[in-house]
């Protein structure tokens, strides 16, 4: 299964430093167990930091030479449905829940996977492969430490959880052995990035605080509120209870 690991610009809290992100060392173990020869995609200023990615057991290194400013999302973009469309495709993309910058949203892989038309999961902290053929098999990592399996088709985009193995132990080595390659933008080639998608019709508007849901008892893994497979009376029965308790006594009136 051929794998890519996106990595990300992490900085050291304290230093400042760059570094590898933990997260995106852990996805590296996990890419690892699923394919021979992971490879690293990073678009940025430079390769300090990502380059220990081999180390951890990357394969190989591919730099898009970007300034530090520059939005990485059009170029990732590019650079992979480039290499979808090309032989040996790859058939996952790994990357941090997010980013250890300071500055990040933690919607890259998000708005990658819109482009692409891919679709993506959250929070893996274990990855095999299907049964059947182009299937991913995925561990979540749900609330209060609870888990769900998930059966997804590849390709795909899944994002890794903290609670996913540790890293592979650092090898100084293996990590000279690594291949790192540097490329040009597909724009600075001359190429159409017809991956990318234009934000120039983003509009800003103030922040709103948003309503948060309140939750009683009862969680994903099981609880008072939990009920599989009711009758459709006591299924109604339940819900008028559970929004009686919650003060909702008007809720659907006029």
Wanted: proline share 8%; hydrophobic share 40%.
């Amino acid at each position: 299964m051929k794998t890519i690991v996106l990595l990300s610009d992490a900085r050291n809290p304290v230093s400042g430093r760059q570094q590898l992100s933990r997260l995106e060392a852990q996805a590296i173990g996990l890419a690892a167990g699923l394919c021979e020869k992971p490879r690293g995609l990073h678009a940025g200023s430079g390769e300090d930091g990502v380059s220990a990615g081999l180390g951890h057991g990357l394969a190989g290194l591919d730099i898009i030479d970007l300034p530090a400013t520059d939005d990485p999302l059009p170029a990732l973009a590019g650079f992979i449905a480039k290499a979808m469309g090309g032989a040996g495709a790859p058939e996952l993309i790994l990357c941090g829940r997010r980013g250890e910058g300071g500055e990040e949203t933690g919607l890259v892989p998000y708005r990658l996977a819109e482009t692409l038309g891919l679709p993506i999961l959250a929070d893996a902290v274990a990855i095999r492969a299907g049964e059947i053929a182009g299937t991913l098999v995925v561990d979540q990592a749900m609330a209060k430490g609870a888990r769900r399996r998930v059966t997804i088709k590849l390709p795909a985009i899944v994002t890794v959880h903290s609670l996913a193995p540790p890293p592979m132990p650092f090898a100084f080595g293996r990590m000279r052995r690594g291949e790192i390659r540097h490329h040009e933008p597909l724009e600075r080639l001359g190429l159409p990035d017809t991956a990318a998608r234009s934000d120039a019709s983003a509009e800003e508007r103030p922040h709103r605080a948003r309503p948060k849901l309140m939750r009683q008892s009862g969680t994903a893994s099981g609880g008072p509120n939990l009920h599989v497979g009711p009758e459709p009376d006591e299924a109604a029965r339940l819900i008028l209870d559970y929004l009686e308790a919650n003060g909702i006594r008007r809720y659907g009136s006029s």
